[in-house]
């Protein structure tokens, strides 16, 4: 094992999986600054299930909330998220805070490496001066800046921080070596040194962006070919038979990157006095989908209908509700005059409850009476619906929306509706 001592500051989903691929090869200090969350995972969960009991139970990572049990490390990772604010603008709170942490017990030599999504220049404009005041110390000399973007998907088993290729940058050739070195060493996809900090601020925050604006392309002809009804999912399928055509999918784009991200690129342009238009656009139409599927669903409803929205995670099986989505719809309907259920097996009640000052049923037993059963989240438990199921939960009249496609292919009782996208 390595001497080299690592710190990874922040244990959500990107810095569990880090820290405990790390501590396979190096001394590794996990800390997080929620005793709660500690206590969990000295207990073997994980409740963002990045990281399986195993796994969790065995990693010989030193996990601790006491910010001064970090003092004896080589390198800092910091792993903290970079939401918006309400008014979409980049929150840089949790980095910052981070980094006044990590200066408090950082010692000479020390490198500091930050994993969150960020615009080119915060690294070193924003987070490096924030170190030298905690610290005392001088940056660029008494201590060293290095950039490598996270690029954990939730829920996704196969494409690991053990598997990918992880991008390092560092403030000097050796500090990018270095960092090549460590990240090298736990995944079989390899370490890519970037040209510097600020390109592999750039590469990260573009990857994310050009998804969100191709989604919000197929979101777009979407609600075109809604209008002349013709499914979406049905074009896609036939336009997926030219070799070259893209594979994207419509559809709710929530999450804390393809929904976030952008506009952390929006704000890094505007303030060198470009005003992105593609970029913006792509966010807006998205942002607006949430509202569109409502009206639409509306549009085959009685008034003061019971609908049954099944998920409210971001994404299909993962227990993440960052940046839902499925709240527009549900606020939607809800401005509609509907009364809306809201069942989600993988999230968190306390935390749909704090966010979103949603309640979440319980189960679906006894279920049942519902006059539109929307399927928003495409959860293994839903994609398995069939004919019983729709049964059990509407009335003989009622309407199945399908969000995501999910039961495209099933066939429904006589007399049920259909709606999708």
């Known amino acids: 094992m390595s001497s080299t001592k690592i710190a990874v500051v922040g244990l959500g989903y990107v810095g569990l999986p880090l820290a405990v691929a790390l ?98 220049g915060v690294t070193e404009d924003i987070c490096g001066p924030e170190l030298e005041k905690a610290s005392g110390l001088k940056c660029g000399s008494d201590f060293f800046l290095g950039y490598s973007p996270e690029r954990i998907n939730p829920g996704d088993r196969e494409h690991t921080v053990d598997r990918i290729t992880k991008v390092v940058a560092g403030q000097t050739a050796e500090v990018g070596r270095k960092l090549q070195d460590i990240y090298g060493a736990i995944t079989t996809g390899g370490a890519f040194l970037a040209a510097n900090i600020k390109t592999a601020e750039a590469a990260k925050v573009i990857e994310n962006a050009q998804r969100d604006i191709n989604i919000a392309f197929v979101n777009e002809v979407t609600m075109i070919f809604s209008k002349l009804g013709i499914s979406i999912h049905d074009v896609l399928e036939t336009s997926a038979t030219k070799w070259n055509f893209l594979k994207f999918q419509p559809g709710l784009v929530g999450g804390h990157c393809i929904g976030v991200d952008p506009f952390y690129l929006a704000h890094c342009a505007m303030q060198k006095g470009h005003h992105p238009e593609v970029i913006l656009a792509g966010r807006k139409i998205n942002d607006s989908m949430g509202g569109f599927v409502a009206a639409s669903i509306n549009g085959h409803l009685k008034p003061a209908s019971r609908v049954l ?21 549900v606020a939607g309907l809800k401005s509609f005059g509907h009364q809306v259920d809201i069942h989600d097996p993988l999230a968190d009640p306390e935390e749909a409850r704090h966010e979103y000052k949603l309640d979440l049923m319980p189960s679906l037993d006894g279920a049942s009476g519902y006059h539109a059963l929307v399927g928003a989240v495409s959860h293994d438990i839903y994609a398995g619906f069939g004919s019983d199921s729709f049964s059990q939960l509407l009335q003989p009249d009622g309407l199945v929306a399908d969000i995501k496609g999910m039961w495209r292919k099933a066939e429904l009782p006589q007399g049920l509706r259909r709606w999708q996208l």
């Open 23 to 120: 501590a396979r090869k190096f001394q590794v200090i996990g800390f997080d600054i929620d005793q709660r969350r500690i206590s969990e995972l000295k207990q073997g969960h994980d409740r963002t299930g990045e990281v399986d009991q195993a796994p969790l139970r065995s990693t010989t990572a030193h996990l601790t909330a006491r910010p001064e049990d970090m003092g004896t490390a080589d390198v800092f990772i910091v792993t903290v998220p970079t939401p918006v604010t309400q008014d979409n603008l980049p929150d840089l709170g949790a980095v910052l805070s981070a980094c006044r942490t990590v200066g408090k017990v950082m010692n000479k030599g020390a490198i500091v490496v930050f994993e969150s999504t960020v615009y080119p």
């Open 309 to 329: 929205v099944l998920g409210l995670t971001f994404k299909e099986n993962v227990p993440d509700l960052r940046n839902s989505k499925v709240v527009d719809v």
